[in-house]
């Protein structure tokens, strides 16, 4: 009898430990959370990331093609043999938000030579993207510098229940490519990140509002697009938003619309350096009915993130990661 009594006061004791800590020491109950989150990560969560493929600015391609940013040429002719064989949806992790300032048309024009047979290679660019299924990045900026940019989301986003819109984390400005090169992309999706006291990538905003606009993220965007969906359907209650559906696709999320990533094993063989494919030395089985990303590996471009289970992968991954947890729910 005194055993159990003694069990009934130990319990009690630690419930109201708990309950004084998530009252007087929340930042103590969210470190918990967090190290408990870093260990599933660690040890439970398994599986490989299949059907997407990374094109890697890597530190060969840099090597070889040259100084970075690249003329847009070279990415036109990227996007061009890539659509060779026949991807899903190819997503850039990568922005043209100004003019090239190595376009051969624009230096004769800037020294009044007039040649009409010139190579434009803004306009190779905005031809290929207009001609694929080609999905592009924008960024929530902190700054006060307001760019002039009237790019709008693709996406038609509803609400059901009360305003949902009015619990998301809010940019006033952004970051994205020109004008002409979104409005001939099929989509464009948020790549913004929500900063973590170490540092760790643990969770993304699925939606974001960036002047008063909502922008799905860049891995939600894709899926709507390979699936040619036009509209996205955001649920909330009293309490926030608890679910984001298109037709394929249902995520439940937390109130802000953030989901945390369950990062799996991604196969570097599915990485494939930018330089293999302007030569045509492609794998057509990693390119043919698959999602591809666009984005950078290499030290210098210092796009690197670290994950719960201690890794540091290429920011243009993370992308991979989360269609791969919508798309198996």
């Not at 929530?140 to 989301?153: A, H, L, R, V, Y």
């Not at 939606?207 to 008063?212: F, G, N, Q």
Request: net charge neutral; hydrophobic share 40%; glycine share 4%.
């Amino acid at each position: 009898m005194i055993i159990r009594y003694i069990k009934h006061i130990y319990l009690a004791l630690v419930i109201v430990t708990l309950i004084s800590l998530k009252i007087f020491s929340p930042e103590i109950i969210q470190k918990i959370s967090l190290i408990n989150y870093d260990f599933y990560q660690k040890v439970i969560v398994k599986g490989e990331v299949d059907g997407i493929s990374i094109i890697d600015i890597d530190e060969k391609s840099l090597a070889i093609i040259g100084q970075f940013p690249w003329r847009r040429d070279v990415y036109a002719k990227i996007l061009e043999n890539i659509n060779k064989y026949e991807p899903a949806a190819v997503a850039f992790d990568i922005f043209f938000s100004e003019e090239d300032k190595q376009n051969p048309k624009k230096i004769l024009e800037e020294f009044n030579i007039e040649n009409n047979n010139i190579l434009d290679s803004d306009e190779s660019l905005y031809n290929e993207i207009l001609s694929s299924k080609v999905i592009l990045p924008v960024l929530g900026d902190i700054s006060t510098f307001k760019k002039n940019n009237n790019s709008k989301p693709k996406a038609n986003i509803i609400t059901k229940g009360t305003n949902g819109f009015n619990y998301l984390y809010n940019f006033k400005n952004k970051i994205t490519s020109l004008e002409k090169f979104n409005e001939a992309a099929q989509g464009i999706g948020n790549i913004s990140y929500l900063d973590s006291q170490d540092g760790v990538l643990r969770s993304l905003p699925i939606l974001l509002k960036i002047e008063d606009k909502v922008w799905p993220a860049l891995s939600f965007e894709t899926l709507r697009v390979l699936h040619e969906n036009k509209t996205i359907l955001v649920k909330s209650n009293e309490n926030g938003i608890s679910e984001i559906k298109t037709r394929k696709y249902k995520i439940n999320t937390d109130p802000n619309a953030i989901v945390f990533i369950n990062y799996k094993n991604f196969d570097k063989k599915n990485y494939i350096s930018a330089t293999d494919i302007l030569n045509d030395k492609i794998n057509k089985d990693l390119i043919e009915n698959k999602i591809v990303l666009i984005g950078s590996s290499a030290q210098g471009l210092f796009d690197f993130v670290k994950i719960p289970n201690g890794k540091v992968i290429p920011g243009v991954e993370t992308h991979a990661h989360v269609i791969e947890n919508i798309i198996n729910n």
